[in-house]
């Protein structure tokens, strides 16, 4: 079983950045896949940003050059630190750690960006 602890969420005014957090009770590196995901009121879950274990990196085109996610192994702990931050960036952010044909999820952070 994999525990996931996000952190870092809070309220932000536009152009502004946070640096979310999530801690696994486990090693990271039995996740094929850590990614952050996104779920606005209405809205289904999509994938922000996801990192693999080779280290290559992947974005959704509404986040690209302004979203950075990253990986302390050492630490188990997978960081998303997003910049210029806009109003529709608003949303409960969760982690996720794909191994195998699991999924596991944290409980969430929200983030809310004000204009």
């Known amino acids: 079983q994999v525990q996931l602890v996000e952190s870092g969420g809070r309220l932000v005014q536009a152009g502004g950045s946070l640096k979310l957090s999530c801690a696994a009770s486990?090693?990271?590196?039995?996740?094929?896949?850590m990614g952050w995901y996104r779920q606005a009121p209405g809205q289904q879950r999509e994938l922000v940003a996801a990192?693999?274990?080779?280290?290559?990196?992947s974005y959704a085109d509404s986040v690209k050059g302004r979203f950075t996610i990253s990986r302390d192994n050492a630490k188990n702990t997978v960081y998303l630190q997003m910049n210029s931050l806009k109003p529709e960036d608003t949303a409960v952010y969760y982690c996720?750690?794909?191994?195998?044909?699991?999924?596991?999820w944290g409980q969430g952070t929200q983030v809310t960006v004000s204009s």
């Open positions: 486990i090693s990271i590196f039995i996740c094929g896949r």
């Open positions: 996720n750690c794909a191994r195998g044909g699991t999924n596991y």
């Open positions: 990192v693999v274990l080779g280290g290559t990196t």
